[in-house]
T-cell receptor, first 121, second 111 residues
């Protein structure tokens, strides 16, 4: 059964870079049919797609975040990672990693359990 | 403000039927992009509930159904149960924004 698990610091200082990693288990990340992505949810608010990456390195980003986002993939470790630069309090959120099926309307399934990243000095 | 518009809340008594709307535009739902629905129980990650407008993943009860017409989509839940109390989100793709987009979410309360 495919599982995804986020990891990374829970506290980041303003203006610094938030870095998270998602470890995929139960299947290879090098599957041509799927993209791997990040979605976030500020406390008490809705969901926001951040970006997606294919194992080949092809990426798509939310235009509103694109200038601050880097997503990379490490097929040898079956992991992909998120870097969000110049963070502010508005970037405080639960960050989910997930698999996206771009051949099926970009549906998101499954999701990781999520990790809370707080931006505070 | 979300690209896809959902009512903030809906409610119903056990056994009743409720619907949750998801209103988009001609650059997303109206352009033919499919709609997916997710259920998020308190403190957990979202779970895929309906995909491709009308399809249920295995394990999802047939009390849940989806539909799409024009620039809108709907999620219907029949035979409401206490365990259905959750937040529900619609999702699609916006060709104008070149972005995966979500609705703002709807909180379902079972009275």
């Amino acid at each position: 059964q495919l599982q995804l698990q986020e990891s990374g610091p829970g506290l980041v200082k303003p203006s610094e870079t938030l870095s998270l990693t998602c470890t995929v288990s139960g299947d290879s990340i090098s599957t041509s049919s799927y993209y791997w992505g990040w979605i976030r949810q500020p406390p008490g608010k809705g969901l926001e797609w951040i970006g997606s990456i294919h194992y080949s390195g092809n990426t798509y980003f939310n235009p509103s975040l694109e200038s601050r986002v880097t997503i990379s993939v490490d097929t040898s470790k079956n992991q992909f990672s998120l870097k969000l630069s110049s963070v502010t309090a508005a970037d405080t959120a639960v960050y989910f990693c997930a698999r996206l099926n771009y051949s099926s309307g970009r549906r998101v399934d499954p999701w990781g359990q999520g990790t809370l990243a707080t931006v505070s000095s | 403000q979300s690209v896809l518009t959902q009512p903030p809340s809906v409610s119903g008594a056990p056994g009743q039927r409720v619907t949750i709307s998801c209103t988009g535009s001609n650059s997303n739902i109206g352009a033919g992009y499919v709609v997916h629905w997710y259920q998020q129980l308190p403190g957990t990650a979202p779970k895929l509930l309906i995909y491709g407008n009308i399809n249920r993943p295995s394990g999802v009860p047939d009390r849940f159904s989806g539909s799409k017409s024009g620039t809108s989509a709907s999620l219907a839940i029949t035979g409401l149960q206490a365990e259905d109390e959750a937040n529900y989100y619609c999702q699609s793709y916006d060709g104008g924004l070149s972005s995966v987009v979500f609705g703002g979410g709807t909180k379902l309360t079972v009275l």
